[in-house]
Structure formats: C-alpha cells, structure tokens
C-alpha cells in the first residue's frame, strides 16, 4: 500500500512538472507576441501590411521593428500596391529605405511596381537620391531598359544623375 501511494505522488510530481514545462513553453514563445500586437494596437496600428506603410509615413521606427515579431512582412505591399521600401523612398527617407533594405522580405519585392508604374529604384533616381540608388542596385534592383537616362540628365542639367548614368555603365541610347 505505501509503495501504491509513493508512486502515485511520484506520478503526481512528474505531471506536475511536465505540465509546468509545456505551460513556461508556451509563455516564452507565445506571449511576446501577444505583448507585441497589443503594444502596436496601442499605437494605432493594426496587424496587416497598410499599418507597415502607415508607420513608414509617420517615421516610426519602434514600430517598424515590432512587426516582424508578429509575423507581418516589411516588404509586403499594401492595398495602394506600394510598398515599404517604395513608401520610404517616395517620401525622401533614406534612413528607412537603408533601414529596410536589411530585412527579411524586402528584397523579394525589390523590383515591385506601385500602381503609379513607379519602383523603388526609379523613385530614388527621381528623387535624386543617388547613393540610394547605388545600394537598391547592389540589393537587385533593376534598372529601366528603355528610359534614356542620358539624354534626361543632359536635357535638365542634372549632373548628378548624369554622374549617376555613367557610374551605372548606361548606354546612351537607353
């Protein structure tokens, strides 16, 4: 009869413990995610890609970096069909652009046209943000076959993005 009763509280323990373990997993990898979204709810800001875009506008750089950790995408475009990195080009912040060109799926939607026709690339160049457009390069951004950058820069006086032309290796009919 005590070995029956010492076993059951062994038992006891051991489930305990085991229920102990699951319940602590559960709170470490689940919980920061909850603390997360109700921190950017408290913001504002709700878990889908407009809120990513909303927060590049604002600058808000705290939040740009929590959605990652709820599972959003800083490289998914919004319902404009613009993305982060465009939205941050597009508004002359190149901190952000830089900031986002180093995270995970931004540069699956490097190349990605906005409803406007525009890239992030071309709005760096239009933007004259040409050191910008020298890391969108090196990134993978592809340059505009077709648009005679050339001629453009001659045609408006723009020694930049002459300078710019040449360093890319343009052709001058392109």
């Known amino acids: 009869m005590a070995r029956w009763i010492r076993n059951a509280v062994l038992?006891?323990?051991?489930?305990?413990?085991?229920?102990?373990?699951?319940?602590?997993?559960?709170?470490?990898?689940?919980?920061?995610?909850?603390?997360?979204?109700?921190?950017?709810?408290g913001r504002g800001y709700a878990p889908d890609a407009d809120a990513v875009l909303r927060a590049v506008d604002l600058g808000d750089g705290k939040a740009l970096e929590a959605f990652p950790q709820i599972?959003?995408?800083?490289?998914?475009?919004?319902?404009?069909?613009?993305?982060?990195?465009s939205a941050a080009v597009r508004g002359g912040d190149v901190a952000t652009a830089e900031y986002l060109l180093g995270k995970v799926g931004v540069l699956q939607t490097l190349n990605h046209r906005a409803s406007d026709g525009q890239t992030a690339l071309s709005l760096a160049?239009?933007?004259h943000h040409y050191s910008l457009a020298e890391k969108l390069i090196e990134a993978g951004a592809a340059m505009e076959k077709g648009k005679p950058?050339?001629?453009?820069?001659?045609?408006?006086?723009?020694?930049g993005l002459f300078?710019?032309?040449?360093?890319?290796?343009?052709?001058?009919?392109?």
Do not use: C, Y
Request: net charge negative; hydrophobic share 45%; proline share 3%.
């Open 11 to 41: 038992l006891g323990l051991i489930a305990g413990a085991f229920s102990g373990l699951v319940l602590a997993d559960f709170f470490l990898r689940h919980e920061e995610t909850g603390k997360t979204r109700r921190w950017l709810l």
């Open 125 to 127: 160049i239009g933007g």
């Open 149 to 159: 950058w050339v001629a453009e820069a001659v045609q408006n006086d723009d020694v």
């Open 71 to 85: 599972g959003l995408s800083l490289g998914e475009p919004g319902t404009s069909g613009e993305t982060p990195l």
């Open 163 to 174: 300078r710019f032309s040449v360093k890319q290796e343009v052709a001058v009919d392109e």
